[in-house]
């Protein structure tokens, strides 16, 4: 069992790689040849186990590399690169043309920005301000406080390649000049002007509803009508809360408020909970939302019997190197991924799982089915180790079925399986307290001594 110790760490490159994606990096890997290609191949095989970005993107990152290091630069985005650079002299332009190969690579659908970024870059370094964007933008007459830092803001989103009416830019720098005039005319502002409020705080909520009506981040933040209705509502809200003592949580969809009443005891509920009740995002379905919630209590409460995802990842038999800390990863990640992709996180770290232990599974098969290919020597007067070595075969003292290393030496209550060493049967007890063969829950683990 030493050689099979030794091979362990190394069990991913000699198990089932039968699946199509490992087949392919298998076969990039006699093929690659351009520096930093044995990283990204790693990447790539993580990537079908799971982890990272996503395997058909990376795999074109790959090719495209691999073309690029043999000087193949037929690909359009690049044909259309070169042929812009040959007339670009600003200072810097050697960094933005880096920049541009890189994006290409990893962000493609960002490419398109960087190469106009590139030309108005080119321009402005020759003094050519004719852009008619630009022109808007030097025409401002602006005097509010905190203007020269919303124009150069506007002016970099503007060179980075931008165009106005992407981001509501110039709406933005407008108004906050006609309230710096004292011009309350837009209907929004007339909205909150009308309201008589008085609770405690009052006065910080109107002036992030001014904040988010001015877009103070220019657009990222941007307050739009049907939300600012929503925003409306809930200062009214709050008024009414204050003066009769009533929570008023009319203005919420079903869901949400079904969030924010009940009784939640996972770790950081509080902050989630507050974060959906400052959710005014119109039409915003909050019924996966709801889900991701119910299920991170019923990981709170070690309840794996109710949601089908959560059946799917307890009823795994996980046996390969270090599946523990992948399924503790996964649950950190629940808790910690957004509830727009909490679903697609965990099914895409359960598929994971499945794939490696298909491959240590394979791994194992080979090494058992080489054990028993090895030529058998003569036969030889039985010596004692060897009749301890028949009697723990009949009796099931086989390896070790979370390691494959060591001998079994323990048994799992209630089950009564006897399938883990002292270390192994150790951390099952400490972290899942279940049996590695049945994954029914056990009570102790208990060492078998056999004569």
Known sequence: MEDFATASTNWIDLGDRSHPNLKLVDKLKRKLTYDGHKNDLKELEQAHFGRGRSFDNILRRVREKEKMSKGDRSHPNLVRLDKLMKNVTYDGWRDDFRKAEHKHLHHPFIFDSVLKEIERKQKISIGDRSDEELKVLDSLSLSYPGWKRDWQEAFRGYIRGHTLDSLPIIFCINEKQRMHNGDRSHPRLVALDSLQLS???WEEDAKKYEKRHTCSQLGFAFLGETEARKEIEILKG??????????????????????????????????????VREMTIPGFDFGDTLEHFQVRQMLHDDDYSHHPLLIALSSMKLSYPNWEEDFGRTKSELNRTSSFFWKDTLERNIQGMRKKQTVYDGYVRSLKKESKSKPKSKSKPKSKSMSKQKDEEETG?????????????????PCGHMCACKPCSDQMMERRKICPTCNQPSTMAIEVFVP
């Open 238 to 275: 709050k008024q009414k809360s204050y003066c009769y003592g009533v929570d008023d949580l009319s203005w919420m969809a079903s869901d949400q408020r079904t969030i924010v009443n009940a009784q939640w005891t996972f770790h950081g509920w509080k902050k989630a909970v507050q974060k």
């Open 199 to 201: 609770y405690p705080g």
């Open 397 to 413: 003292l086989k390896e070790c079925v979370v390691c494959w290393v060591a001998r079994r030496t323990h048994v799992f209550v």
